[in-house]
C-alpha cells in the first residue's frame, strides 16, 4: 500500500509534522498539510489524495466533519477521522459522513497503519460495489454493468444490463456468472466456465461479441468485455461484464476518430457540456457535466433524456431548446438565453445556457443543441489541469495564476500562498515566460478567455 497520497487536515503545526514524518516512514507521500477546513478541501480538489486524515477539531470555524461533508459530497476520496476526545453528538455527525476510519489520540504507529490500510483496501473494493450501484443511476452509465464476488457469481446488475439481458436484478443476483454468459452468448456452459476461472486468476479481460440490431434494421457487431477486478494488494476479488451499448459518444455515424477526439477534449473542458436533441434526449455529455448533475439534484438524466425536476424550468428549457434549434436551422450561434436551477433541500445553484448547433449537410443534426452548466456558487475556476499541463506552469505558479485571476492582487495571492512578494513576483515572471505574455492584465485576460474557459463552438461534421 506504500506510494498513496495522503492530505493531513491539522490545526497544530508541531502535531501536523509529527504524522507528516511517521507515514513518510510508513512508505506513504503526504502531499500537503491544511491548517483548517476551508484550506482542506480547497487543497483535495486541487490535489485529488488518495486520502484524508482529519483532525476533527479545528480551532474556530468550520470543524473537521463540515469540512469532509463538503468533500466527499463532490469528491470520491475517503476520510479518516481523528480526535483526542468525541461526545456521543460528534460521533453520530461523523458517522453521517460515512468516514472510512476514525482514530482515537493518543494512537500507535500501528493503529495508524492498520486504520490506512483498511480504509484504501475498503475504497478499492468499493469501485464496483457501492460505486456501481451508484452507477445505476448516473447520467454517464450508458454501458450494462454485471459484476460477481470471489467465486464469480453476480452481486450486482446495473438497470441497463437488467434491460439487456431482459431480467431484473432479483433473478440476476447470486447466480454463477458463467450461466449468464452461456445462455446470452449461445456457448456451452463449460466454455463459459472456463472462461470466468481466466479472468477470475486475473489472466486479462476477455471480449465477448453479440449482435445487436440498430434503428436502420442493420445488424451490428458489439464487443462486450469481461475484466477482473483487483484490490489495492492486486488480488482479483471479482470480475465485471460490461455490455456495450450502440450509443455513440457524439453522433450515430459512425464514431470517426475525429469525433472521439472531440469528446476527450469536452471532458477536459472546466464548464459542463451537453449535447442534446429537441426532445431533451443526451447525446453527449463531458465529464465536468456529469459532476454537476451528480450534485445538483436540480437537474437529472432520466432513461437518457436530460430534466429539471421544477416542471416551470422544465418548460423554460423546452423553449429555450426549441429557440435554438430554430437558429441553429439559420446558421446562428448566440445562445438563446439562460436560466438558473436551484437544487431542493441546498443552496446550491447551476447556470443554464443554450446555444444553437449551426446546421450542416446531415439533417439530423438540425435538431441538436449545444447546453453549458456553470456551479453559479462559486467562481468559475481555471482549470488546475490546464495551467500546468498546456502551459507547463509549476503547481505554485498556477496556484498564483488561479488566484490573481479569481481576482486577488500580487500582495494578497502571495499571502495566500503564505511566500513573499518578491517570491510571488519571480513567479509571475515565470509564468510570463512560459505563456508568452509580459503584462499582467494581458495574463488575466487570457487565463479568463482562454482555454480553460473558452465556450465550444460545436459544429457537425468539422469539429471546431
Known amino acids: 500500500m506504500a506510494g498513496e497520497q495522503i492530505l493531513v487536515v491539522e490545526d497544530q503545526r508541531a502535531v501536523a509534522g509529527a504524522l507528516k514524518m511517521r507515514l ?25 489524495p488518495d486520502l484524508i486524515l482529519m483532525d476533527v477539531r479545528l480551532g474556530e470555524g468550520m470543524d473537521g466533519i463540515e469540512a469532509a461533508q463538503r468533500i466527499r459530497s463532490t469528491l470520491d476520496i475517503p476520510v479518516i477521522y ?15 459522513t460515512h468516514p472510512a476510519g476514525f482514530i482515537n489520540k493518543p494512537f500507535t504507529t500501528k493503529d495508524l497503519l492498520t486504520a490506512i490500510d483498511l480504509a484504501l483496501h475498503g475504497h478499492a473494493r468499493s469501485t464496483v460495489g457501492e460505486r456501481a450501484a451508484e452507477a445505476a443511476n448516473d447520467p454517464s452509465a450508458a454501458d450494462g ?9 453476480i452481486s450486482f446488475a446495473n438497470r441497463i444490463a437488467e434491460g439487456l439481458l431482459g431480467t431484473n ?6 447466480r454463477p456468472l458463467s450461466e449468464l454468459i452461456a445462455g446470452f452468448y449461445d456457448m456451452p456452459v463449460v466454455e463459459a466456465e472456463e472462461l470466468v476461472l481466466r479472468v477470475l486468476r486475473g489472466d486479462g479481460e476477455e471480449h465477448l461479441g453479440r449482435s445487436t440490431t ?13 475484466t477482473p477486478l483487483f484490490d489495492a494488494r492486486g488480488h482479483t476479488y471479482g470480475v465485471a461484464l460490461k ?16 469525433e472521439l477526439a472531440f469528446a476527450q477534449a469536452l471532458d477536459t473542458m472546466p464548464n459542463g457540456i451537453l449535447i442534446i436533441s429537441a426532445d431533451l434526449r443526451i447525446h453527449h455529455m463531458n465529464r465536468c457535466a456529469r459532476e454537476i448533475l451528480a450534485r445538483n439534484r436540480g437537474l437529472e438524466c432520466r432513461n437518457g433524456l436530460f430534466a429539471v ?4 424550468l422544465e418548460q423554460r428549457l423546452r423553449e429555450l431548446v426549441r429557440g435554438a434549434i430554430t437558429r441553429g436551422r439559420q446558421d446562428q450561434t448566440d445562445a438563446t438565453g439562460a436560466m438558473f436551477v436551484r437544487a431542493p433541500l441546498s443552496r446550491e445553484h447551476v447556470e443554464l445556457i443554450v446555444a444553437p448547433v449551426p446546421s450542416s449537410t446531415c439533417e439530423e443534426q ?3 443543441v449545444l447546453i453549458y452548466l456553470f456551479d453559479a456558487n462559486s467562481p468559475r475556476q481555471v482549470s488546475h489541469d490546464i495551467l500546468t499541463g498546456l502551459y507547463g506552469l509549476t503547481q505554485t505558479e498556477a496556484k498564483l495564476v488561479q488566484l490573481m485571476s479569481n481576482g486577488m492582487t500580487l500582495d494578497e495571492a502571495a499571502q495566500e500562498l503564505e511566500i513573499s512578494v518578491n517570491t510571488a513576483r519571480t513567479h509571475l515572471k515565470h509564468v510570463f515566460h512560459k505563456t508568452g505574455i509580459n503584462r499582467q492584465a494581458e495574463l488575466i485576460h487570457r487565463i479568463g478567455c482562454g482555454p480553460a474557459s473558452l465556450l465550444i463552438r460545436y459544429v457537425p461534421g468539422v469539429q471546431a
Open 24 to 48: 513518510r516512514g510508513l512508505g506513504y507521500d503526504v502531499t500537503a498539510i491544511a491548517k483548517d477546513g476551508f484550506e482542506a478541501i480547497e487543497k483535495a480538489a486541487e490535489l485529488h
Open 82 to 96: 481523528i480526535s483526542a476526545h468525541v461526545d456521543q453528538k460528534l460521533l453520530e455527525r461523523a458517522r453521517a
Open 145 to 153: 454493468l454485471v459484476t460477481t464476488d470471489g467465486e464469480g457469481r
Open 169 to 174: 436484478r432479483r433473478q440476476l443476483i447470486d
Open 214 to 226: 440498430q434503428r436502420t434494421g442493420a445488424q451490428r457487431q458489439q464487443r462486450d468485455v469481461l
Open 243 to 258: 455490455l456495450v451499448t450502440s450509443l455513440k459518444p457524439i453522433t450515430d455515424r459512425g464514431g470517426s476518430g475525429n
Open 309 to 312: 425536476q421544477d416542471k416551470l
Open 366 to 368: 438540425h435538431t441538436r
